[in-house]
């Protein structure tokens, strides 16, 4: 009997070595790990992190550029339409200028500052990359209708209202179709 009690001793002492063991191993394995884990995550975060501020700057930057863009694209606009503007006031002063006009060398003066503005016009439509329109607006006045009898004062002046009015139209309707 005495062999079965150191039998029934040695297991339990057994058992109880081989659970502290596996428990003492799991413990430091867990330790360990938690250890690991500890210097590991924060540097995990820290990548994540700097892999999102870089995608955050990236598309600061992109909005930036897309903002500018948009800016220049509003300030072309702007001075597009600043220049069409004058172009259409100095227009319709040529208006007032052709009804004070009485005299051949009035006309003759009326008709060089008339070509001087046509020309203008041309260059800016040509400067837009529309060649055809400021070659059409060349055409345009010739299509005004002609004056029949006797050439004097108020049919010159006539002449010219039609040429120039033929002239607006067609700078209107360019402006109503080209410039957003």
């Known amino acids: ?12 002492e057994t058992a109880a070595i081989a659970v502290i063991s596996g428990v003492g191993a799991n413990l ?22 700097g892999q ?4 955050f700057e990236e598309r600061a ?6 903002l500018s863009d948009q800016e220049k694209v509003k300030r072309d606009k702007k001075e597009l ?4 503007g004058h172009l259409a006031e100095a227009g319709l002063q040529f208006l007032t200028d052709i009804n004070r006009a009485t005299t051949q060398s009035e006309f003759v003066s009326w008709d060089r500052h008339f070509k001087t503005w046509v020309d ?7 400067n837009m990359g529309l060649p055809t329109d ?46 957003p």
């Not at 430091?28 to 992190?49: C, F, K, Q």
């Not at 339409?81 to 069409?84: A, G, I, L, P, Y």
């Open 120 to 126: 203008d016009v041309q260059s800016a439509m040509r």
């Open 61 to 66: 930057l992109a909005a930036e550029s897309a």
């Open 52 to 55: 999102q501020i870089s995608t």
């Open 28 to 49: 430091i394995w867990i330790l360990g790990v938690l250890l690991y884990n500890t210097v590991r995550v924060p540097w995990l975060l820290d990548a994540e992190s």
């Open 134 to 179: 400021a070659a059409e607006f060349l055409r345009v006045g010739g299509l005004a209708e002609p004056i029949k009898g006797v050439m004097n004062t108020a049919n010159d002046q006539e002449a010219r209202r039609r040429t120039l009015r033929m002239h607006q139209d067609y700078l209107g309707n360019f402006v109503l179709r080209k410039l």
């Open 81 to 84: 339409h600043d220049k069409f």
């Open 1 to 12: 009997m005495y062999g079965w009690l150191y039998l029934q001793k040695e297991i339990t």
